[in-house]
């Protein structure tokens, strides 16, 4: 006989948060949002964390490198889409990873040998007005001076004159050792009125360089998500097809977290890409997305770093109509969580979730993460603005970015879906179209930032851990959710509406 659920299965909406007794220590500026994306032992530092509970989901109309350079820049990880050739991803990854948060490596080049007409050609090419002067031409090799649109005046037989003649040579430059920190570069740039600095290693190679403006541009980033190498955090999606050529592509590209993207991953397939990734590479995997306990157990065993929870949930989505399978985002939620706590009392291990798909309202967010969620991952919400990949449009009187899903014949991603059968069957599980454009990333996510705080405060936690341990979550009934908004009085117009 088939095994029945009787309760019905529970979405966020169906949840409001009971406050706790907020301290006075409770106040938005003492909350941290740091949490662990992949697993580690008691008592250990995870390998990865994000410094805000946000991941941008794999999708074509959500994560490229633009977008992964600005949701890692505010402390969060997108996954780059895997929907598209391994070279176009691969390049995306490289992009992104390529952005050092306010140390770069020099783009343009040249050597003394070359001449002040290579120097404008190549600064017509890249817009850069500082030219690093290197033995080989190379971002790496041995640093000799730099030119500057204050090192030559042009005139007609100025052209033809050597770059070793007009230079600052590096005997006159100042310059910083390799391991400088950002603020020591940043007082060396104030105190000699500098615009850039070289920072070179101890045979005097170039590393980086430090521009005046990318270190003001860092400061206002304080949550930024860096590698060991000054790098932003970049992850990318896989699927369980071509994973073998795939993988090796997006690992030398630099990234740093990879995710198995499907819409059920309760799978052999996950289990022998999982392996096989284990086996070759020293990347982490995330795997999913599952919505109870056996498909959490069987993913963690195959090795996954972290497990995805949620079916049929996302905006896009139609999957619970084409194929009546799925669960109601939180039930999925609850369930998974408690096997990870378990799991984590068993052996010591602590496997984080992440909550995928059906974030309406941000106060969702902070119910995710208060029903265990270690992080959660967006599509609609990062879809709305400037930096996602898609065109922004009018629609009557109102900005539109357009927004499809994987399953979507515009997306054609049939790999997500892809439970072994024929290729060319294949039937749609999600929809193309529109999301209101909201403006700026950086905007909009301070202020979901200030509201999760907030509300964390009102449940007495400063940490996402706190939350989860001390959270009292009431189920709400369906005329408590009416009484929940605006209710009885005539709005005026342009009032505030929700979210
Ligand atoms: P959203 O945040 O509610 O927009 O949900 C985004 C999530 O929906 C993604 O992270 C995927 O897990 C899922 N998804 C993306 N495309 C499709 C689709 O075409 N059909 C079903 N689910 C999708």
Same mark, same amino acid.
């Given at each position: 006989m088939a095994h029945y659920y009787m309760e019905p299965s529970r979405t966020f909406s169906e949840f409001l948060l009971v406050p706790n007794l907020t301290t006075k220590a409770c106040n938005p500026s003492n909350v941290t949002l740091k949490t662990p994306i992949v697993k580690f032992k008691k008592g250990e530092q995870p390998a990865y964390s994000l410094n805000i509970p946000f991941s941008s989901a794999v999708m074509q109309a959500v994560s490229d490198d633009r977008m992964a350079v600005a949701l890692a820049r505010s402390g969060g990880i997108s996954f780059i889409f895997g929907s598209q050739s391994v070279e176009g991803q691969a390049a995306m990854v490289r992009k992104a990873k390529s952005y050092k948060a306010g140390f770069v490596v020099s783009r343009s080049n040249l050597t003394p040998g070359h001449t002040l007409k290579d120097v404008l050609e190549l600064k017509e090419r890249t817009g850069h007005s500082t030219v690093a002067i290197t033995s080989d031409g190379s971002?790496?090799?041995? @640093? @000799?001076g730099i030119v500057t649109g204050r090192d030559y005046r042009i005139s007609r037989d100025s052209l033809s004159k050597q770059v070793s003649d007009f230079m600052t040579p590096f005997e006159k430059l100042i310059y910083g050792k390799s391991g400088i920190t950002l603020s020591e570069a940043n007082d060396l740039i104030w105190d000699h009125k500098l615009n850039c600095l070289p920072v070179v290693d101890a045979e005097n190679n170039l590393d980086y360089l430090v521009f005046r403006k990318d270190y003001d541009e860092h400061k206002e980033n304080p949550s930024e998500l860096l590698d060991a190498n000054k790098s932003y955090v970049v992850g990318a999606g896989i699927n369980t097809k071509d994973y073998e050529e795939r993988v090796p592509a997006l690992v030398a590209a630099g990234a740093d977290v990879l995710v198995i993207d499907s819409s059920d991953g309760y799978s052999e397939w996950q289990q022998s890409t999982i392996q096989f990734v284990k086996s070759n590479f020293d990347v982490k995997i995330g795997a999913g997305n599952v919505v109870d306990r056996e498909g959490f157990l069987y993913l963690v065993e195959a090795g996954a770093d972290f497990i995805k929870v949620g079916i049929g949930g996302g905006s896009i989505c139609i999957t619970r109509e084409q194929k009546g399978i799925g669960r109601g985002q939180a039930s999925a939620l609850i369930e998974v969580a408690a096997a990870r706590d378990e799991y984590f009392e068993q052996t010591g291990i602590y496997v984080p979730i992440c909550s995928d798909g059906?974030?309406?309202?941000?106060y969702h967010i902070t119910l995710a993460l208060a029903m265990g969620a270690d992080f959660v991952m967006m599509g609609r919400y990062f879809a709305r603005f400037d930096e996602s990949p898609t065109r922004k449009l009018k629609v009557g009187n109102n900005f539109v970015k357009e927004f499809w899903g994987e399953g979507s014949n515009r997306a054609r991603n049939w790999e997500r879906y892809d439970t072994g059968g024929k290729a060319g069957l294949m039937f749609e599980e999600g929809v193309d179209s529109y999301v209101p454009y909201a403006g700026s990333l950086h905007e909009n996510l301070s202020k979901t930032i200030h509201k999760i705080k907030s509300t964390m405060c009102n449940c007495g936690s400063l940490t996402i851990a706190e939350l989860q341990k001390n959270a009292r979550i009431t189920l709400v009934s369906a005329t408590s959710i009416v009484e929940g908004g605006a209710h009885d009085v005539i709005l005026k117009e342009n009032s505030i509406t929700g979210e």
């Open positions: 971002a790496n090799g041995k @640093l @000799l059906g974030i309406v309202h941000d």
